[in-house]
């Protein structure tokens, strides 16, 4: 059974009446027996748990402690290219926003590459929009096999696609494969992804399984809180992690915990999911899946990030940018204007013309960063909390 088969069979009322519980007896039940079931997950997401959230919060501490150590892994994004035909409702990138677009060649991706090297990094996430004439699996590999020499860990959170594409990105060097389902909620699915392949909902909920037959060994997947009630995507994050953790056993999988961000186009998130939300989920989300790698993203403020990171988060990015070339400014001699997916000329005054103050390359954003803390000063305050950034902790002569 697939995991769209199997999502499609889970008891969501069922579930859903126990998150909303108001029992204060029953999330301490569950504590006192211990996290076995979606069932149980559900019930410390419920309002009545929230009352127990600074015991979530200890033992969330206390488990990460003793599976993953006092450690927290360091990554950061490295965005080739903002082209996309997708027109999604919640993106910057989204096909109809007039920005200014960019795809970066391999060069250029290594020039980005080298300089996140130069911080300490080597663990790198490449990031695209989804565009076959501009990103296609020959170029992704292209892209992979320049880094691999000198980055060891290289994810990709690209377009998805079949397994057979997927084959070649894996043999270059990449390991990892990051998938935003976005939202798991169907109806709202459907109106947020009005135009391009992202439409097709099965199709990239099935993508980690297309992915990790193609040999790739860490699979992330999120939902991006704002778009539909929180507690129904945590419920679904849970449900399809812990089937991706029984059926793709030999990879390892995180979870990652995004909030919607300013974007071109200023799309307004639909649901809230306030910072104690935040805080609840991943408490409840590391008692029931004790070793699924939690991530946290600079799409947190400084402040909130500090207080996170020792609850239960295994991996953090920092420095990060959004748009291709903002590490170095590469690409700004390639920028080309879109509207409403066509490439005309670059005119003043025109809609997305005017660069982002601090930007080192004029291309637009997929969204506007929270922490933009250097990633030494990350490093430290990770050390002041008595955790240990990590840079690297593979290589591929282990498995060689």
Not at 312 to 328: C, K, L, N, Q, V
Request: with cysteine.
């Amino acid at each position: 059974m697939s995991f769209v088969e199997a999502f499609n069979n889970l008891p969501f009322e069922a579930l859903l009446s126990r998150a909303a519980t108001t029992d204060g007896a029953a999330p301490r039940a569950v504590l006192d027996r211990g996290v076995s079931s979606l069932a149980d997950f559900a019930t410390l997401l419920s309002p009545a748990a929230s009352g127990h959230l600074e015991e979530l919060c200890r033992r969330s501490q206390t488990l990460t402690r003793q599976r993953f150590g006092r450690t927290i892994r360091l990554f950061a994004p490295l965005y080739l290219s903002n082209e996309c035909i997708n027109n999604c409702a919640y993106c910057g990138f989204s096909r109809d926003n007039p920005i200014l677009r960019v795809t970066l060649s391999v060069e250029e991706v290594e020039r980005e590459a080298r300089a996140l090297a130069e911080q300490g990094f080597r663990n790198i996430l490449l990031v695209a929009g989804e565009h076959p004439k501009f990103v296609s699996s020959g170029y992704m590999a292209d892209c992979v096999r320049r880094l691999h020499p000198f980055v060891p860990s290289i994810s990709l959170e690209v377009g998805p696609m079949e397994t057979p594409e997927y084959v070649p990105l894996v043999a270059a060097g990449a390991e990892g494969l990051v998938v935003y389902q976005e939202t798991y909620d169907r109806a709202v699915y459907s109106k947020m992804h009005t135009l391009g392949p992202k439409r097709d909902f099965d199709w990239r909920l099935a993508t980690p399984e297309r992915a990790y037959e193609a040999g790739f060994r860490r699979l992330g997947i999120a939902a991006l809180y704002g778009l539909s009630d929180w507690r129904r995507e945590a419920l679904s994050v849970a449900a399809h992690a812990s089937w991706l953790l029984k059926h793709c056993w030999k990879a390892q999988v995180t979870v990652s915990l995004p909030r919607l961000r300013p974007c071109a186009g200023e799309f307004q998130p639909l649901t809230s999911f306030a910072d104690r939300d935040l805080v609840q989920v991943i408490a409840a989300m590391r008692l029931f899946l004790p070793d699924v790698g939690i991530v946290l993203s600079t799409r947190e403020n400084a402040a909130l990030r500090d207080r996170l990171l020792p609850l239960g988060i295994t991996h953090a990015s920092a420095g990060s940018h959004t748009e291709p070339g903002g590490y170095t400014g590469a690409g700004k001699d390639s920028l080309h204007h879109t509207v409403r997916g066509r490439i005309v000329e670059l005119a003043s005054g025109a809609a997305g013309m005017t660069p982002a103050e601090g930007r080192a390359t004029g291309a637009t954003g997929q969204f506007d960063i929270a922490d933009d803390r250097p990633p030494e000063v990350v490093a430290e305050q990770i050390r002041r909390l008595g955790y240990e950034p990590v840079w690297k902790d593979w290589d591929a002569a282990l498995s060689a």
